[in-house]
T-cell receptor, first 113, second 113 residues
Framework: AQSVTQPDIHITVSEGASLELRCNYS??????LFWYVQSPGQGLQLLLK??????LVQGIKGFEAEFKRSQSSFNLRKPSVHWSDAAEYFC???????????FGKGTHLIIQP | DGGITQSPKYLFRKEGQNVTLSCEQN?????MYWYRQDPGQGLRLIYY???????QKGDIAEGYSVSREKKESFPLTVTSAQKNPTAFYLC????????????FGPGTRLTVL
């Protein structure tokens, strides 16, 4: 069975500092990987996705993520965070079919002024 | 504008009552999904449907039922058999292509009184 681990429940970063959110997955074949962001009481918005090809993928709002097969990781990064980035971030994996995503438990990002 | 709508945004239910959550999409997507979100638990798949008049159980289907009579609609019924129904419920949709990028609605918060 596939699974996703987000080791950090909460992360606090100062505004303007760099950010890295960790994601490790377990999947037997080539995974399809996603990062979503959720503001309080809202739905999820897709930040970026990896299907194949270049292992460094660019997303919206200045985010990027790097797929490392040898480490089973898909970490999310941003060079300089803004107060508006405070939210819940979810990593998810799929086998490529239309049978649902498997999500990690999320990382809550807090931005310090 | 294309998107997914969920109604109502907030829903209160007495113990022992069934309640139905609405999900409608105008993205012309074939696949639709229901997820449950609890604090610190990420999202867990309840049911999904890839075609009209057909649906499959997800990881936590017990106490829930769905129907898919129209392509654009996928209502979820939370029955009295669901032991702990208070949660945030999210509906999503996607194409049937290999990349399974899911688009999410704004969610319904269900509280059992």
């Amino acid at each position: 069975a596939q699974s996703v681990t987000q080791p950090d429940i909460h992360i606090t970063v100062s505004e303007g500092a760099s950010l890295e959110l960790r994601c490790n997955y377990s999947y037997g074949a080539t995974p399809y990987l996603f990062w979503y962001v959720q503001s309080p009481g809202q739905g999820l918005q897709l930040l970026l996705k990896y299907f194949s090809g270049d292992t460094l993928v660019q997303g919206i709002k200045g985010f990027e993520a790097e797929f490392k097969r040898s480490q089973s990781s898909f970490n999310l990064r941003k060079p300089s965070v803004h107060w508006s980035d405070a939210a819940e971030y979810f990593c998810a994996v799929s086998g490529g079919g239309a049978d649902g995503l498997t999500f990690g438990k999320g990382t809550h990002l807090i931005i310090q002024p | 504008d294309g998107g997914i709508t969920q109604s109502p945004k907030y829903l209160f239910r007495k113990e022992g009552q069934n309640v139905t959550l609405s999900c409608e999409q105008n993205l012309n997507h074939d696949a639709m999904y229901w997820y449950r979100q609890d604090p610190g638990q990420g999202l867990r798949l309840i049911y999904y449907s890839q075609i009209v008049n057909d649906f499959q159980k997800g990881d936590i289907a017990e106490g829930y039922s769905v129907s898919r009579e129209k392509k654009e609609s996928f209502p979820l019924t939370v029955t009295s058999a669901q032991k702990n129904p208070t949660a945030f419920y999210l509906c999503a949709s996607s194409t049937l292509g290999a990349y399974n990028e899911q688009f999410f609605g704004p969610g319904t918060r269900l509280t059992v009184l």
